[in-house]
């Protein structure tokens, strides 16, 4: 029966993410941690930003762990053939690849991630999993984000979940601190061609990550996206919370364009039920 349960739980998290075809050998190994530097001259829009509208997929997508980042897909098939998987951590500082999570906040994160594995309670299950708002930065590792540039304005767009968010140029105040959104507050700036965005009001209702890493209402994300070329972006968010880290963190996920696909309808999980499924006891799945 314990085969049954983990066929299940996996087979729930096989629609957390899309693997994206065409990755290049050795893509998914980190870069030092210092920022993604580049000298690629793009073209300009008439309000001066660099032009670099149009559909993005991480180079290696998936959401289930930030220290070892797989697809759902993948990580069914290691569970079903007994594979252990090592991929390289996105965290790219501190440099072990590791969350430097306070003592109570690894054990609440590894809770978390017991909890997936034997959930009894709704809440126990995976938040993306559960049609829920990925957040930021979380919406950087999903797959096909289009990128639209309204004068003065920053639009980032997934039709995964219906998220967008729309990043000012203007330098207008963040909104006041009591106000929390699933994706935050944003205000951006261009240096070059790499787009800074500071994001704060975010309600931490999201997870960052199936195994259950998070932060709290309290974070301050800063966001890059370097465009190093014309068809490649480089992604790097640091996260400061003083009530969950030790200290701030980053993570870099790296991004290609992909002209030929096209931004694909989702209903998350219109007539699925695997998240009822996993919820049921061993002797309900029989």
């Given amino acids: 029966m314990k085969t049954m349960t983990a066929l299940g739980i996996s087979a729930a998290i096989l629609s957390l993410a899309v693997p994206v075809s065409g990755q290049r050998p050795g893509a998914a190994k980190n870069e030092p941690a210092a920022a993604a530097k580049t000298t690629w001259q793009p073209s300009h829009l008439p309000d001066g930003q660099p032009d670099v509208q149009g559909l993005w997929n991480p180079v290696s997508g998936g959401t289930f762990s930030l220290t070892n980042p797989m697809t759902g897909g993948a990580e069914f098939n290691a569970r079903i053939s007994g594979t252990t998987l090592h991929n390289p951590s996105r965290i790219v500082d501190p ?100 787009l800074v965005v500071d994001t704060t009001n975010l309600n931490a209702k999201f997870r960052l990550s199936v195994v259950g890493d998070f932060f709290s209402d309290k974070a301050h994300v800063v966001e890059r996206m370097t465009f190093v070329d014309a068809n490649a972006l480089t992604y790097e968010a640091t996260i400061d ?38 919820l049921l006891s061993d002797a309900e799945k029989k």
């Fill in 95 to 194: 440099p072990d690849g590791q969350i430097p999570y306070q003592p109570w906040a690894a054990a609440k994160q590894k809770q978390q991630a017991y909890d997936f594995e034997h959930p009894t309670r709704p809440e126990h299950i995976d938040t993306q999993n559960r049609c829920l708002i990925p957040g930021v930065p979380r919406l950087f590792y999903l797959p096909r984000l289009r990128i639209i540039q309204p004068a003065g304005t920053v639009v980032i767009v997934s039709d995964d979940y219906h998220a967008y968010r729309v990043i000012p140029l203007d330098g207008r105040p963040h909104v006041g601190p009591n106000l929390k959104l699933w994706m935050g507050d944003a205000r951006g700036h261009w240096e070059g061609s790499t």
């Fill in 241 to 278: 919370d003083p009530t969950v880290f030790t200290r701030p963190w980053t993570l870099r996920v790296a991004h290609k364009r992909v002209p030929d696909e096209e931004m694909w309808e989702w209903a998350c999980h219109e007539g699925e039920h695997s998240s009822e499924e996993m």
